[in-house]
């Protein structure tokens, strides 16, 4: 059995999306080998994290400034608002660094299912947003998914009030992708959002 | 093994080679070694002939073929933590693949989640199998298919579209998820219209490619079956439904316009009796005796099983010429209601079709003119022996 700080530092491991109470031990006993080298310096990393990080009361997003340097840096595009489920999704897309404009995070999707309404997600904020005049359109990249859809459906409702554009990413042909691979459901996508050359 | 003298089918069509099962049903392990020849399970009742059958279905996407609950499968006494798991070797027509399917205990003892795995690697979601993997069964459940409710018949042709459309399982759950999400807003008295829109959106655009899938597998399998030659009767089929019936008429996308403006007027009604009234999920499969000019239903026993025999070879024919292989038929007591003709016939098709097909039967001289055609287990107690 080992000591009660090791199990703690363990169990805690255990809780880290991918990991599993055996990949938990096998972290643990490689941050404890190379403690100098690795433990330390996370465990240094992991307080001024802790310390640091906020979530921003403007779009959701998570950075050590509240507003997020993406709201505060003045040469984005201020009129226009993306619309994602989670933090995640605002870092996917700007890896893409093809967006100029503002994010809004939404913190989740509706589901019924598991007790999550409107209420529970940052939609008011995200109508007060899109009602202040310099905002003209929102796009909202949601997944694909049921929830994600149903979600998409909502919010563009909720949006009709406010004097902006709702549009959402296309679906359809991947980058790369054959067409003689695609289901038929992502090719029907693909030629209902089809557009001139 | 395979017998020198019995010449082995190409294996390219799509067969379990081999199929091991841990805690499942009856069997606290068993492994069996196949080729792509039909199998014969031959042993005394309650022997486990059907669970095994029960394993193979579980390759495919949905609950099995006694339509079970996952925590019901696992073996009774069974290590705690310790799910029930198939893991199998199948050969497609695309190539070699390896499926491991169970239930996830490390989820909790109650855990209903089923865990997926293809080559050896986690996938998300059961939807995935129906890609490599298409079964069919007949069970003698299955012997009242046509008397009872429209639900058995629309899985029963739900599960025929799979094999040749894999991506009309992730349709279902799609719709089938909006379907419940809608009837759980509802029934907590929500009438919050623009939520309730959005999930009627979703189930009219999906419930529309499912009827469509639907209707237009039952034009081939009409086809298929019109050319079918012995035995065994011929079947007028059709599906019946709002959406299929519409899908007649009007273009897609005018009927998923319309299934959205009746799922919006009928909240109120929804809300009060649960479920939604009109939809895909209400639709029903309706079979006809061509010679004797009845409805299905009111044909004998006999008969009906021998119409339901007759679809299902219809759509293993259809199945090869347009995918490369039959799908793997998992048939339960199939010899109970068939006369001598009636069995010869199927033995000769499935031969002919190359079709993996799993037979279970208490005598083996049932299944005499199938002796070297097959690969042939004696089941007994929980134990299988190569025969």
Same mark, same amino acid.
């Given at each position: ?197 | ?103 996830? /205990? ?102 529309? /490619? ?110 090869? /010429? ?66």
């Amino acid at each position: 059995m080992n000591s009660p700080e090791i199990e703690r530092l363990i169990q805690l491991l255990a809780k880290l999306p991918g990991l599993g109470p055996r990949s938990a031990r096998r972290v643990a006993l490689h941050l404890m080998k190379k403690r100098d080298g690795l433990l330390t310096p996370l465990a240094e990393a992991l307080g001024a994290a802790a310390e640091a990080v906020r979530t921003c009361s403007v779009c959701g997003n998570l950075d050590t400034r509240d507003p997020c340097h993406v709201c505060t840096d003045p040469r984005r595009d201020q009129s226009t608002l993306c619309v994602v489920e989670e933090v995640g999704d605002l870092w996917a897309l700007e890896r893409t660094n093809s967006f100029k404009g503002l994010y809004h995070v939404l913190g989740g999707t509706l589901s019924a299912l598991e007790g999550i309404g409107p209420d529970d997600l940052s939609i008011a904020a995200l109508v007060n947003r899109a009602r202040r005049p310099e905002v003209s359109e929102v796009i909202l990249a949601l997944n694909a998914t049921v929830e994600g859809q149903t979600t998409a459906h909502y919010v563009t409702d909720r949006l009709t009030e406010c004097d902006v554009t709702v549009s959402r990413l296309a679906h359809g042909v991947p980058v790369g992708g054959e067409l003689d691979y695609l289901d038929e459901g992502t090719l029907t996508a693909a030629l209902r959002a089809r557009r001139p050359f | 093994m395979v017998p020198e003298d019995a010449a082995p089918r190409p294996l390219d069509r799509l067969a379990v080679t081999r199929l091991t099962l841990s805690q499942f049903r009856c069997y606290e392990s068993a492994r069996l070694h196949l080729d792509a020849r039909p199998v014969v399970l031959t042993g005394p009742n309650g022997a486990g002939k059907t669970n095994l059958l029960e394993a193979v279905s579980f390759l495919a996407p949905g609950r099995g073929l006694r339509r079970a609950r996952l925590s019901e499968v696992e073996r009774l006494g069974a290590p705690a933590g310790q799910g029930w798991a198939v893991a199998a070797q199948v050969t497609t027509p695309f190539g070699e693949v390896d499926i491991g399917t169970g239930r996830d /205990a490390a989820a909790g003892e109650r855990s209903e989640r089923r865990l997926v795995r293809i080559d050896g690697r986690p996938v998300r979601g059961q939807v995935a199998l129906a890609e490599h993997v298409a079964v069919v069964w007949l069970t003698p459940q299955m012997d009242r298919l046509f008397s009872e409710g429209a639900s058995g018949r629309r899985r029963f042709l739900d599960r025929l579209v799979f094999g040749f459309d894999p991506a009309h399982a992730g349709r279902l759950a799609r719709y089938e998820l909006a379907l419940r999400e809608r009837a759980r807003l509802l029934r907590e008295g929500s009438r919050d219209d623009a939520w309730l829109a959005g999930l009627e959106a979703e189930m009219a655009a999906t419930g529309v /490619a499912v009827a469509a899938a639907r209707r237009e597998l039952i034009e081939r399998l009409q086809a298929a079956i019109d050319q079918a030659v012995g035995p065994f009767p011929q079947a007028e089929i059709a599906v019946s439904g709002t959406l299929e019936d519409g899908l007649g008429e009007e273009p897609a996308l005018a009927v998923e316009e319309g299934l959205r403006r009746r799922l919006a007027e009928r909240r109120r009604q929804d809300g009060e009796a649960g479920g939604a009234g009109v939809g895909p999920h209400r639709s029903d499969l309706l079979v006809r005796h061509r010679g004797k000019a009845m409805p299905a239903e009111l044909c004998s026993t006999g008969e009906q099983k021998a119409l339901l025999v007759s679809i299902v070879l219809a759509n293993a024919r259809l199945m090869t /010429a347009e995918r490369g292989s039959p799908p793997l038929l998992l048939l339960d007591e199939v010899a109970a209601h068939l006369d001598e003709a009636r069995r010869l016939a199927l033995f000769a098709e499935l031969l002919d079709l190359g079709a993996q097909a799993w037979m279970t039967g208490t005598d083996r001289a049932t299944f005499a003119e199938l002796d070297g055609a097959a690969t042939a287990f004696r089941v007994e107690d929980a134990h299988v022996v190569h025969t």
